[in-house]
Nanobody, 121 residues
Framework: QVQLVESGGGSVQSGGSLRLSCAASGFTVIPRCMGWFRQATGKEREGVAIIDIYDGTTYADSVKGRFTISKDNAKNTLYLQMNSLTPEDTAMYYC???????????????WGQGTQVTVSS
């Protein structure tokens, strides 16, 4: 059974940093793509950062230069280092995995339960 379990969310002041982790288990075939998505209250879910084992990493324009996605294959864990956080980064953050080369959230078959990030000004 595939599981994605996020951790590392919390509350931080503007300008602060957080590191999210996503522990993956149960995959019989390594997903091509793993990524982080977020959904703020009243807004649609958006892609934040994706790592594709063939095509590398992509970031939303709003987080470029501030967020870094990485993966530790030995630990089956995906990370999102978030620096210079602003209140606009406040959202529920989800880890996702899929086999299609796409940044569209509908291409991701597996999802974690989410971890809340709240940034205060």
């Amino acid at each position: 059974q595939v599981q994605l379990v996020e951790s590392g969310g919390g509350s931080v002041q503007s300008g602060g940093s957080l590191r999210l982790s996503c522990a993956a288990s149960g995959f019989t075939v390594i997903p091509r793509c793993m990524g982080w998505f977020r959904q703020a209250t009243g807004k649609e879910r958006e892609g934040v950062a994706i790592i594709d084992i063939y095509d590398g990493t992509t970031y939303a324009d709003s987080v470029k230069g501030r967020f870094t996605i990485s993966k530790d294959n030995a630990k089956n864990t995906l990370y999102l280092q978030m620096n210079s956080l602003t209140p606009e980064d406040t959202a529920m953050y989800y880890c996702a995995a899929g086999y299609s080369p796409s940044s569209n959230d509908r291409a991701f078959a597996y999802w974690g339960q989410g971890t809340q990030v709240t940034v205060s000004s």
